[in-house]
C-alpha cells in the first residue's frame, strides 16, 4: 500500500530540503532531515498504523530510570521492572540496588527498597499474585588476567554433634605452609550426624552398640589475602581457622584442593523473597539450599515452583541440584537432580510434564545439556526432541508456547552459538506435543539471523516478535530494528512497524491489560559499528499499539462487571453491553521474563456462552493447562480485537474426596 502526503507537506519538506542542497550540493544531512519528516509523516497516518501499529516512548523522570533486566506483569496491572545491580559493578560494590514499579494506566513510578541484589535472579508468578524472586548476584566476575588473588572453594568442616558453626564473611584460612586465605561470604555448617553403628562378634552376636561423628560441611569462596603466586595451590590440604582455640579449632577447619588465578564467573546467592502487589515490597522467605545465578523458575500445576540450573557460589554451573519452594510453608525441598545451562527454557505441558526446547541463555559447556526434551519430574527421565535446524544455536533464542495452550504447540525462534560466537539463526520450529513422537518441524524463518528476540503472545492468538541483534550482544551495529507478527494459522511472518529503540542482551517485552505491548532494557556491548565505544544500557521505555487497537473504537468488545475468581464449577459470567460482538474468549498469563526467557506467558482458550446483557466463560478444570494463578482475561471480536482484560484468579482443583470402601 501507497501512502502519499499531502501536496502542501511535500512542498513544505522537499522545498526545504531543495533549499538545504542547493546551498551545499554534497549535504547528506539535508536527504536525511527530508527522510526523516517523510518518514514521521508516513507513520503517523492512520492507514499506516491500522496496517502495521505504532509506537511511542513513554518519559520516564531521571530519577527512574534503571537497568531493567526483569520485568514481571502483576495482578495490580503494574510492572515490576528489577534492576538489582544491573550489570553495573560501580552499584553493586556500594550495596544500591533497584527496583521500581510503573503503572501503564497513567506512567507513574514508584521506587521499591530492593533488599538484596537480585541481578539475575529468577522469578515466577505464584497462585496468590505474588511474585517469586530467587537468586541473584553475591560477586561480580573477574576476567582472565585480572585475577591477582588465587580464590576457589573452600569446603567448610564440622565435626560437632552439639553445635551450628557459623562463620562470618572475612574468616581466615590458614594453610600448613602459613598462607591465608579470607572467605567473601558467611557460611553456616550445620552440626555433625551421630551415626549408630552395628558390629557383630565372632560368635555371632551382636556387640554393644557405637556411635561414629560425621563430619558436617558447607562451602564458601575464600581469596588469598595476598596477591602473587604464593596463595597457588593444586594440592590438597587442610586448612586452620584462625582465632579458633581448644576443641573448636579441633572441630572446625577447612579443605581446598585447587586454588588458583583463573576467571572467576559471577557468583549467586541463596536468597529468595515473594513481591507483594498489594504492599508493594519484597517479604523474605527461606533461601534456597543452592545459591543460583541466571536460574530458571517455573510454575507447576500444585502451585509448587521449581529452580533449575544457575550459577553457585563459586560460579560453577549447578551440576543438576533443583528445588522446589512451596508458597503455602515458603520452605525449599529438594527436587529431582538433572543438569540444565542456565536459564533453561521449561514449559509446563498438560499432564504435568515440562517441556524444555533447548533454549538458554549463556552458561555451560556446548555439547552438555544442550538438547531439547520431554522432562518427566515424578520418574526423572527425559526423553529427547528430535528435528532443530541449527541445533548448535539455541543460547539466546527465544521459546513461546502457541496459542492456544490446548493445542500443545511451542515454537523456538532464533538463537546463537554458545558465548560470545558470532552465528546467529533465522530458523523457527514448533513441536506438537500431542504427537505420540513428538519432534520439531522447520516453520516460516525470521527475515534475520536473530539473537535475544522478544516474543509475545497476543489476544487474537498472533506471537508479536520484536528487537534482538545479529552478533553477540549487538557487535558491529548489529542491533535489528525490526518488528513482526507470526500467524501460527498461516506459519507466515507480516511486518509491523520498526521500533525506534534498539534492544538486545538484557532486554524485555511483554504484554499489558489493555492489549499494547512494552519494551523495556537492552544492555549493547559497543555504541558503534567498528566496537570502539562501550555502550550503555538502555533505559528508554517503548509501548507498542497493535493495528486491532486502530479498529473501530466503538465497536472494540467490552466487559463489564464480574468475578475476580473463577467459580468451583470452572465458570466466571460478565455483564456486556453487546455480547453479540464477542466471539472468542481467552485466559492469558502475565509475563515474568528475563533474558529472553519467558515460561509464564500462556494464553488458554475458554468455553464462550451468551445472554442478552452477560457473558460466560468457562475454563478448563485442569492444572497442567491452567496452573493456579492470576490470569487477564480478554475477549475479542471476529477480527481478533481485544477487550480491555480483567483480571480473575484460578484457584488450584481440590482434591477429589476418598471413596468410601463398599461392602
Keep these: 500500500m501507497a501512502y502519499r502526503p499531502s501536496k502542501q507537506f511535500k512542498n513544505t519538506a522537499l522545498g526545504t530540503g531543495a ?42 523522570p531521571e530519577e527512574y530510570r534503571i537497568n531493567a533486566v526483569h520485568a514481571a506483569l502483576l495482578h495490580t496491572g503494574k510492572v515490576l521492572l528489577i534492576a538489582g545491580s544491573g550489570n553495573n559493578q560501580k552499584k553493586f560494590d556500594k550495596g544500591t540496588f533497584d527496583t521500581i514499579l510503573w503503572d501503564p494506566k497513567d506512567n507513574s513510578f514508584k521506587k521499591v527498597p530492593t533488599p538484596e541484589d537480585f541481578f539475575c535472579s529468577g522469578h515466577s508468578q505464584l497462585p496468590d499474585g505474588r511474585l517469586l524472586v530467587a537468586g541473584g548476584t553475591a ?8 585475577v591477582t588473588r588465587a580464590g576457589g572453594g573452600m569446603r567448610v568442616k564440622n565435626e560437632s554433634p552439639d553445635k551450628v558453626v557459623t562463620l562470618k564473611k572475612g574468616t581466615r584460612f590458614r594453610s600448613p605452609s602459613g598462607v591465608e586465605y579470607v572467605s567473601k561470604f558467611d557460611v553456616t555448617v550445620p552440626k555433625a550426624q551421630r551415626e549408630f553403628e552395628i558390629t557383630y562378634g565372632r560368635d555371632g552376636h551382636v556387640k554393644p552398640w557405637r556411635t561414629k561423628v560425621v563430619a558436617a560441611e558447607a562451602r564458601v569462596f575464600v581469596e588469598a589475602v595476598k596477591t602473587g603466586a604464593e596463595g597457588l595451590t593444586t594440592e590438597a590440604a587442610q586448612y586452620q581457622v584462625v582465632g579458633l582455640k581448644g576443641k573448636d579449632a579441633q572441630n572446625t577447619y577447612g579443605l581446598a584442593e585447587r586454588l588458583s588465578i583463573d576467571k572467576q564467573d559471577f557468583q549467586g546467592i541463596k536468597a529468595a523473597y515473594e513481591f507483594d502487589p498489594k504492599a508493594e515490597k519484597y517479604v523474605p522467605v527461606d533461601p534456597m539450599k543452592d545459591a543460583r545465578w541466571y536460574p530458571t523458575l517455573v510454575t507447576l500445576q500444585d502451585g509448587r515452583v521449581l529452580a533449575v540450573s544457575g550459577l553457585n557460589d563459586l560460579g560453577d554451573v549447578l551440576p543438576g541440584d533443583n528445588e522446589y519452594y512451596d508458597p503455602k510453608t515458603k520452605k525449599w525441598t529438594k527436587g529431582p537432580f538433572r543438569y540444565f545451562p542456565t536459564y533453561p527454557a521449561l514449559f509446563l505441558t498438560q499432564g504435568g510434564k515440562l517441556l524444555y526446547t533447548g533454549s538458554n541463555a549463556g552458561y555451560g559447556p556446548k555439547d552438555k545439556g544442550r538438547e531439547p526434551g520431554v522432562w518427566d519430574l515424578k520418574t526423572n527421565t527425559f526423553a529427547t526432541v528430535k528435528g532443530l535446524v541449527d541445533p548448535d544455536q539455541l543460547e539466546t533464542s527465544s521459546s513461546v508456547m502457541l496459542a492456544p495452550a490446548q493445542d500443545q504447540k511451542v515454537m523456538v525462534l532464533g538463537g546463537g552459538g554458545v558465548g560470545e560466537s558470532k552465528l546467529s539463526s533465522s530458523r523457527t520450529a514448533i513441536v506438537d506435543l500431542k504427537e505420540d513422537n513428538p519432534v520439531f518441524r522447520s516453520s516460516a524463518r525470521l527475515p534475520h539471523g536473530t539473537r535475544y528476540l522478544n ?59 489493555d492489549g499494547r505491548v512494552a519494551t523495556f532494557g537492552s544492555d549493547p556491548l559497543f555504541a558503534d559499528k567498528d566496537n570502539t565505544r562501550l555502550g550503555k544500557f538502555e533505559h528508554r521505555l517503548e509501548v507498542y499499539r497493535p493495528p486491532y487497537l486502530y479498529r473501530d473504537p466503538a465497536r472494540r468488545p467490552v466487559l463489564g462487571a464480574g468475578p475476580q475468581e473463577v467459580g468451583p464449577d470452572g465458570r466466571a459470567t460478565f455483564e456486556a453491553a453487546h455480547p453479540e460482538r464477542i466471539q472468542r474468549a481467552r485466559l492469558m498469563r502475565p509475563s515474568a521474563v528475563t533474558h529472553t526467557t519467558d515460561v509464564e506467558q ?21 492444572p497442567t493447562l491452567v496452573p493456579p494463578g492470576w490470569y487477564m482475561l480478554f475477549v475479542t471480536d471476529a477480527e481478533g480485537t481485544p477487550s480491555v482484560a480483567k483480571w480473575l484468579q484460578v484457584r488450584a482443583p481440590k482434591p477429589a474426596p476418598a471413596q468410601e470402601p463398599q461392602g
Design 602 to 622: 500462556r494464553s488458554i482458550e475458554l468455553g464462550l456462552s451468551k445472554t442478552a446483557h452477560s457473558v460466560t466463560v468457562d475454563v478448563p478444570q485442569d
Design 139 to 146: 560477586r561480580y566476575e573477574v576476567l582472565d588476567g585480572k
Design 19 to 60: 533549499v538545504v542542497a542547493l546551498a551545499a550540493l554534497n549535504a547528506p544531512a539535508a536527504l536525511t532531515f527530508v527522510q526523516q519528516r517523510y518518514h514521521a509523516y508516513t507513520i503517523g497516518q492512520s492507514s499506516y498504523k491500522l496496517r502495521y501499529g505504532s509506537w511511542g516512548l513513554v518519559g520516564i
Design 455 to 513: 516474543s509475545v503472545l497476543l489476544p487474537d492468538d498472533s506471537v508479536f516478535t520484536t528487537g534482538g541483534s545479529r552478533d553477540y550482544r549487538g557487535r558491529g551495529a548489529s542491533d535489528i530494528h525490526k518488528a513482526q507478527f507470526y500467524y501460527p494459522h498461516t506459519d507466515s511472518f507480516v511486518a509491523a512497524a520498526d521500533p525506534s529503540v534498539s534492544r538486545n542482551y538484557h532486554s524485555e517485552a511483554l504484554l499489558l491489560p
